[in-house]
């Protein structure tokens, strides 16, 4: 029996989950699954992607369904300017245009212009979507021991940076993220919603 937390309200939930054919994807797929929700995977790396779900439904209350996709192969329906708009009538066009006006000029970093940009977006949406109770956050994991991670990245000199960065000296697991994940996605966090909440063994 594991020893950590069981939500009784993801249980038959219908949980989608983009790029989690591998690394932690890969983990939050597992997770919500011995749940008992109703997970979609959805992810470019076709393979990886149909041997989870296949590996998911002999041990699922509900099999696991995969489905190829890119998400960056967006066409512009339309032009835009700088306007008020809604949340509904946001096509990936008019998002498009304006990521272009407003983060692609000056010398800004493309890391920071994004968790800016992740940051602003969570609150926007936790307030348009509140009224329907649906709740907004970001989950922000720090340094992950993910296998590519260990692959391509992580050497004696990262091992000892992580050491010195993190309070608490322990790796950094996707297990981790996936279990936080589970509480924000349950109805334990009712009242939780336009938030960040990060996981990164205190990385200071």
Known sequence: MSA?????????RGVPITGGATGIGEILVTAFAEQGAKVAVIDLAGDDG????????????????FETADFSNLEALRAANDKR???????????????????KQGGMPAYTA?????????????????????????????WVMTEKQLKLWVTDETKLEIAKGQCINVPLMPEHIARMALFLAADDSAMCTAQEFIVDGGWV
């Open 4 to 12: 950590y937390a069981r939500y009784p309200s993801l249980q038959d």
């Open 50 to 65: 149909h041997a989870l779900a296949a590996r998911r439904l002999a041990r699922s209350r509900h099999a696991s369904r």
């Open 85 to 103: 708009h809604i949340v509904e009538d946001t096509t990936p066009g008019f998002w498009d245009a304006g990521v272009g006006v407003n983060l």
């Open 114 to 142: 994004s968790k800016a940009a992740a940051q602003g977006l969570t609150r926007c949406l936790a307030r348009d979507f509140g009224p329907h109770n649906i709740r907004v956050n970001t989950l922000v994991p720090g």
